[in-house]
């Protein structure tokens, strides 16, 4: 089955204590991205990847890091987590060529709570 | 930059009618990507629609339709025969062709389905 998937699903941690969310997919997907969503503001990018070794900032990068070595994964690292990166977390894939293939998939997201 | 708006926070709609949802967007861009987005209580963000702006003819998805109107910058999601399923917040989004691929994200509307 095509799908991204994400791990943890939810996770509660403290306020500087290094966590990763990995996301990993399974299409051979060259553009993969996160996004966070907060009450009230919808999604908003914090990081993107066209490919391997290619990753930049999006709209909301502060706190936050990402690494591409695989084309399947793309983590995100908050090596310092403070409580407003309190949120649902959503990792995204799709192919660069044009057309209806190149529509963002979505993974089931992470709820992090960061006290 | 690119904004877009959903100005109903909550919509209701009885089983088996059929529902309107807005969307409007500010762009300068004249080649572009439109979607909704619907997330039901699970969080997962799954794709309804899709539009080309360079598309005259109007996207259907089985009960799902859009009206697509380029000049008034707006793009509204029609939903026949509601089902309870369809209950969940629905989310417009823009992407630019090209560049980093970022989805903007309206607030969202939520609707709910009476039975």
């Known amino acids: 089955e095509a799908q991204v998937t994400q791990n943890p699903r939810y996770l509660i941690t403290v306020t500087g204590k290094k966590l990763t969310v990995t996301c990993s997919q399974n299409?051979?997907?060259?553009?993969m991205s996160w996004y966070r969503q907060d009450p009230g503001l919808g999604l908003r990018q914090i990081y993107y990847?066209?490919?391997?070794?290619?990753?930049d900032k999006g709209d909301v990068p502060e706190g936050y890091k990402v690494s591409r070595k695989e084309k399947r994964n793309f983590p995100l690292i908050l090596e310092s987590p403070s409580p407003n990166q309190t949120s649902l977390y959503f990792c995204?894939?799709?192919?660069?060529?044009?057309?209806?293939?190149?529509?963002?998939?979505f993974g089931p997201g992470t709820r992090l709570t960061v006290l | 930059a690119q904004t877009v708006t959903q100005s109903q926070p909550e919509m209701s709609v009885q089983e088996a009618e059929t529902v309107t949802l807005s969307c409007t967007y500010d762009?300068?861009?004249?080649?572009?990507?439109l979607f909704w987005y619907k997330q039901p209580p699970s969080r997962q963000m799954i794709l309804v629609i899709r539009?080309?702006?360079?598309?005259?003819q109007n996207a259907t998805e089985n009960r799902f339709s859009v009206n697509f109107q380029k000049a008034a910058k707006s793009f509204s999601l029609k939903i026949s025969d509601s089902q309870l399923g369809d209950a969940a917040m629905y989310f417009c989004?823009?992407?630019?062709?090209?560049?980093?691929?970022?989805?903007?994200f309206g607030s969202g509307t939520r609707l709910q389905v009476q039975p």
């Open positions: 995204a894939s799709s192919r660069l060529a044009g057309g209806p293939g190149d529509t963002q998939y």
């Open positions: 299409m051979n997907h060259e553009y």
């Open positions: 990847s066209m490919n391997v070794e290619v990753t």
């Open positions: 762009t300068s861009e004249s080649d572009y990507y």
């Open positions: 539009q080309e702006a360079y598309k005259q």
């Open positions: 989004a823009y992407r630019s062709r090209t560049g980093r691929r970022a989805l903007t």
